[in-house]
């Protein structure tokens, strides 16, 4: 059973448009939600994050926004470049009590072209 | 700051052989955490180390074991291996404030091959 969904699995999108990631979880006791990027051949490298305390979190042009009844959450990426093409993830987890595993959605391909 | 690092980057393993895995966290950081990123899709939990301790384990087979040391560092080993264990594993670092756990950051990865 998969608990966390990941959707599309891939997009293509011009240079200066706008990629959306979303992401479905079920476990409603997740309390951590972060984004990961990662390259060919590297680690996965933290993006952003956010905890359900808040609907929406910006860093630069990267924005989450978070919908608790749902239980959804979605990454954009404004003005995107080509130096974004890479896998995105989207994650949940505990963050106390003994159980903060990272549980990872599949990732989405992301190519951005010139 | 390293950050968190990994050796080797890179091995190929006949089955049956065992492997033995390495992690160094980022400084400062007290709890490491093991992933196997099979081709196309995202990591899957293997173990958590804390103290020393295995503190949670996902679901994986015995044959999968770790240790960590006093320093923090940590191994990750697999034996018997099988052609499915071929696979990006990847280490993880936070550091422990009480019962919180901050974010996690990601080595590398050690790409394993077995044939």
């Known amino acids: 059973q998969q608990q966390v969904k990941q959707s599309p699995q891939s997009l293509i999108v011009q240079k200066g448009g706008i990629s959306i990631i979303n992401c479905a979880y079920e476990n409603t006791a997740f309390d951590y939600f972060p984004w990961y990027q990662q390259f060919p051949g590297k680690g996965p490298a933290l993006l952003i994050a956010i905890r359900p305390d808040v609907s929406e979190k910006k860093e630069g042009r990267f924005t989450i926004s978070f919908n608790k009844s749902a239980k959804q959450f979605s990454l954009h990426i404004m003005d995107s470049q080509p130096g974004d093409s890479a896998t995105y993830f989207c994650a949940a987890s505990k963050s106390q009590g003994g159980s903060e595993k990272l549980v990872f959605g599949k990732g989405m391909k992301l190519t951005v072209n010139p | 700051d390293a950050g968190v690092t990994q050796s080797p980057t890179h091995l190929i393993k006949t089955r049956g052989q065992q492997v033995t895995l390495r992690c160094s966290p980022k400084s400062g950081h007290d709890t490491v955490s093991w992933y196997q990123q099979a081709l196309g899709q995202g990591p899957q939990f293997i173990f958590q180390?804390?103290?020393?301790?295995?503190?949670q384990r996902g679901n994986f087979p015995d044959r999968f074991s770790g240790h960590q040391f006093p320093n923090y560092s940590s191994e990750l080993n697999v034996n018997a291996l099988l052609l499915g264990d071929s696979a990006l594993y990847l280490c993880?670092?936070?550091?422990?404030?009480?019962?919180?756990?901050?974010?996690?950051?990601f080595g590398q990865g050690t790409r394993l091959t077995v044939v």
């Open positions: 993880a670092s936070s550091f422990r404030q009480g019962s919180f756990l901050a974010e996690a950051f």
């Open positions: 180390y804390y103290e020393e301790e295995e503190r």
